[in-house]
């Protein structure tokens, strides 16, 4: 069985896709899933479906979506619904529980390459931190449960994960800019920056990259960019990080000490 949260959501079982196709349905299966491991308790589900506004019927409503849910499971894996119960989705007191098995589900797998790809940064090994980082980016094929209306508690889930696909694509800017593969370390950044507007590392990623390349000016221009952007806009001024890193870029004989920290300098 494999579950799938980076992207649309996604309950495959020999490749077959048995995601439930009414939205409730896809709720609940998203929050249980995000929280495999763990007791869900059905006031939980009621409040993520639902919100304030849960009829009398919910707690019912709630049962037949859990127990259409297993259906699927064991239909699928040639299993009964009472072995589903019992193994796999199941129910322990007012709460439900989700039995993921090691490799089953993409957020964990790629969490852990994440973080193997850090440990290989630490031992000053760019090339295996973008090997594994790009093993986990694969595992994302668009937004996080992008076909899942988020309520309460599955909104602050899909945040965390963007925050996380967004580390792990900065980092691996970090690691081209590392190998001296700037041009590449521009592109992705140049993308980053078009994606998130208002996020000064992925600009100050794209002005170290250009500036690593010899393109100073346009490094500077992209900190403009930025500040004027952010002005209008929002009416404040860029942090005073990526203001040294413009201060620094400025003079004519950058502070190399301050660069190598900021992952320019070769």
């Known amino acids: 069985m494999e579950f799938r949260t980076l992207g649309n959501l996604a309950l495959l079982v020999d490749r077959r896709d048995i995601t439930p196709t009414a939205p409730k349905q896809r709720q609940a299966l998203a929050l249980i899933t995000l929280r495999a491991g763990q007791r869900v308790s059905m006031p939980m589900l009621i409040d993520e479906i639902w919100g304030g506004l849960a009829p009398r019927t919910a707690m019912t409503a709630l049962q037949t979506y859990v127990g259409q849910i297993r259906r699927a499971m064991a239909e699928a894996t040639g299993s009964t619904v009472k072995a589903v119960a019992a193994e796999r989705l199941i129910t322990d007191g007012n ?93 992705e950044a140049r993308e980053l920056v078009t994606e998130h507007p208002y996020h000064e590392l992925v600009h100050a990623q794209l002005m170290r990259a250009l500036y690593s390349s010899g393109r100073r000016a346009a490094a500077l221009e992209v900190y403009q960019q930025l500040r004027n952007h952010m002005k209008d806009t929002l009416g404040i001024s860029p942090s005073p990080t990526i203001n040294t890193l413009h201060h620094v870029l400025l003079q004519d004989e950058p502070d190399e000490q301050f660069l190598a920290l900021s992952g320019v300098a070769s």
């Not at 694969?138 to 580390?167: C, D, K, M, Y």
């Open 95 to 187: 709460s439900y529980l989700l039995n993921v098995g090691e490799g089953e589900w993409d957020k964990p797998l790629f969490e852990r390459l994440v973080q193997d790809s850090r440990e290989a940064f630490a031992r000053d090994d760019a090339a295996e931190a973008e090997r594994l980082l790009r093993r986990g980016l694969s595992q994302w094929h668009g937004r996080p449960l992008a076909n899942v209306r988020a309520g309460r508690l599955i909104a602050p889930h899909i945040q965390r994960l963007v925050e996380l696909h967004l580390g792990a694509r900065t980092l691996l800017v970090d690691a081209m800019l590392r190998m001296g593969r700037t041009q590449e370390a521009v592109e």
